[in-house]
């Protein structure tokens, strides 16, 4: 079982459309957040200068099951779905408030040395963080 996080994020008025619903554009902005608060959890850097080991997005994609609306909360629930030698997947589903799945995601990650400008193996230590294996 992979670890999971829950990620609450609070809907602007700025993110909806034309169409009174919230723009697709705006759910990869949720899985954006969430997928750097839950790299913060397992231990890969996200926003230390000092710091060069991080992570590039190598892929995402976003199934869109129903909409959202203003005003409302939302959450978006990640984990890992699998860990190769220096790549990850994250899943991030997006509840509305009724707890109704309204978007499914997916990235793909990989560990990257921003001092190298190469990609680097997942350590043991991210590796059971991330699986939640202990």
Same mark, same amino acid.
């Given at each position: ?30 899985v ?7 790299? #913060?959890? %397992?231990?890969?850097?996200?926003? $230390?200068?000092?710091?060069?080991? *991080?992570?590039? @997005?190598? !892929?995402?994609?976003? &199934? ?8 409302? #909360?939302? %959450?978006?629930?990640?984990?890992? $779905?699998?860990?190769?030698?220096? *790549?990850?997947? @994250?899943? !991030?589903?997006?509840? &509305? ?10 990235? %793909?990650?990989v ?24």
């Amino acid at each position: 079982m992979s670890f999971e996080l829950d990620l609450l994020i609070r809907l602007d008025w700025s993110e909806m459309d034309l169409f009174g619903h919230v723009n697709n554009v705006a759910y990869f902005k949720y899985v954006q957040a969430a997928r750097v608060n839950y790299l #913060e959890h %397992i231990g890969i850097n996200t926003a $230390d200068p000092d710091n060069k080991l *991080s992570f590039v @997005l190598a !892929h995402s994609a976003c &199934n869109y099951r129903q909409p959202l609306y203003f005003p409302g #909360e939302i %959450i978006v629930k990640t984990k890992t $779905d699998w860990v190769k030698n220096s *790549s990850m997947q @994250l899943n !991030h589903t997006i509840y &509305n408030e009724k707890k109704e799945v309204c978007a499914e995601a997916i990235d %793909i990650i990989v560990l990257f040395d921003y001092a190298t400008h190469s990609k680097v193996s997942i350590s043991q230590e991210i590796r059971e963080k991330a699986t939640g294996a202990n």
